[in-house]
């Protein structure tokens, strides 16, 4: 997870044939953040906002 200035904020490991990873966004600041997944066949970015 990077802020809007590029800068990585938090970090998770995705469990091994999982649908879905947890991400605490307790611990951040109010803002917007992307998420992004990478793995050998793709690249996703997802935006979202801590209110």
């Given at each position: 997870?990077?802020n809007?200035l590029?800068?990585?904020v938090?970090?998770?490991?995705?469990t091994?044939?999982?649908?879905?990873?947890p991400?605490s966004?307790?611990?951040?600041?109010?803002?917007?953040?992307?998420v992004v997944?990478?793995?050998?066949?793709?690249s996703?970015?997802?935006?979202?906002?801590?209110e």
């Open positions: 997870m990077y809007l590029g800068q990585r938090a970090t998770a490991q995705p091994t044939g999982g649908t879905a990873t991400l966004l307790g611990a951040l600041a109010r803002g917007s953040y992307l997944y990478t793995d050998a066949r793709l996703l970015t997802a935006r979202c906002t801590r």
